[in-house]
C-alpha cells in the first residue's frame, strides 16, 4: 500500500497567485480530511468529506479556500488568491470511513510544505 | 462537547528513563481515543487507539497509554526512551460516529543522551 500520496511537497508561490494541493487517499477509504499545521495555530481540521461530499467545512478560513473530491481516489484544496498568512504544511488523511460503531484512525499523507511571499 | 488537553507543551527526559506524556479529555459520547506522533518533517503516524476493549492499549515502538474513565485521562507512556523517541505526540479523541475528531495541542518531546 502506498499510503496517503499529496503532491506537491513544496510549494513557493508569490502573493495573489492560486495554488492547488492534491491528495490521493489509500484505496477502499471514503473519508478524506484535509488539515493545515502552523507553529501558532497547530493543527487545524479543514473539511472532510465521506464518499465524496463534504461533510465539515466549517474550518475553512473563508472563501479564497476552496475543496473538491470529484472521485474516491482524489482530492484538490485550492486556494485563490494566496496570502502569505496561507503559509503552513498542508496534511491530507484518509480512514476507512464514519460508522456509527467504530472509529476508523486516519492515515497521515507526507504534507504539502506552502511558502506563499 | 469534546476536547482534548495535553497538559505538557514539552518533556524533556534522558535516554533510557520513562516516558509520560499527559492527556485529558472529554466527551459527551463513548469517545475514541488516539495517539499520534509526528518526527520533524513528517507526516503523523497512529501510535496507538482505544475503541472500548481493553483500557490498557499497546501500540508500536514500545509505547502503551491506559484509559481511565474516571480520571477521563489518556496518558501515554513508555518505559525506556530512546532516541529516535524525539518528536512531536498529539492526543485525539473522536466521537464512536468519527464524525467529531479534535486533536490536541501536541507535546514536544525531547530525549537527552
Known amino acids: 500500500d502506498a499510503g496517503v500520496i499529496q503532491s506537491p511537497r513544496h510549494e513557493v508561490t508569490e502573493m495573489g497567485q492560486e495554488v492547488t494541493l492534491r491528495c490521493k487517499p489509500i484505496s477502499g477509504h471514503n473519508s478524506l480530511f484535509w488539515y493545515r499545521q502552523t507553529m501558532m495555530r497547530g493543527l487545524e481540521l479543514l473539511i472532510y468529506?465521506?464518499?465524496?461530499?463534504?461533510?465539515?467545512d466549517s474550518g475553512m478560513p473563508e472563501d479564497r479556500f476552496s475543496a473538491k473530491m470529484p472521485n474516491a481516489s482524489f482530492s484538490t484544496l485550492k486556494i485563490q488568491p494566496s496570502e502569505p498568512r496561507d503559509s503552513a504544511v498542508y496534511f491530507c488523511?484518509?480512514?476507512?470511513?464514519?460508522?456509527?460503531?467504530?472509529?476508523?484512525?486516519?492515515?497521515f499523507g507526507p504534507g504539502t510544505r506552502l511558502t506563499v511571499t | 462537547a469534546q476536547s482534548v488537553t495535553q497538559l505538557d507543551s514539552h518533556v524533556s527526559v534522558s535516554e533510557g528513563t520513562p516516558v509520560l506524556l499527559r492527556c485529558n479529555y472529554s466527551?459527551?459520547?463513548?469517545?475514541?481515543l488516539f495517539w499520534y506522533v509526528q518526527h520533524p518533517n513528517k507526516g503523523l503516524q497512529l501510535l496507538l487507539k482505544?475503541?472500548?476493549?481493553?483500557?490498557l492499549v499497546k501500540g508500536i515502538n514500545g509505547f502503551e497509554a491506559e484509559f481511565k474513565k474516571s480520571e477521563t485521562s489518556f496518558h501515554l507512556t513508555k518505559p525506556s526512551a530512546h532516541m529516535s523517541d524525539a518528536a512531536e505526540y498529539f492526543c485525539v479523541v473522536s466521537d464512536t460516529g468519527g464524525f467529531k475528531t479534535i486533536f490536541g495541542a501536541g507535546t514536544r518531546l525531547f530525549v537527552k543522551a
Open positions: 482505544y475503541t472500548s476493549a481493553a483500557t
Open positions: 468529506f465521506n464518499n465524496n461530499v463534504p461533510i465539515d
Open positions: 488523511a484518509s480512514s476507512k470511513g464514519l460508522a456509527e460503531t467504530s472509529s476508523y484512525e486516519q492515515y
Open positions: 466527551s459527551s459520547y463513548s469517545p475514541s
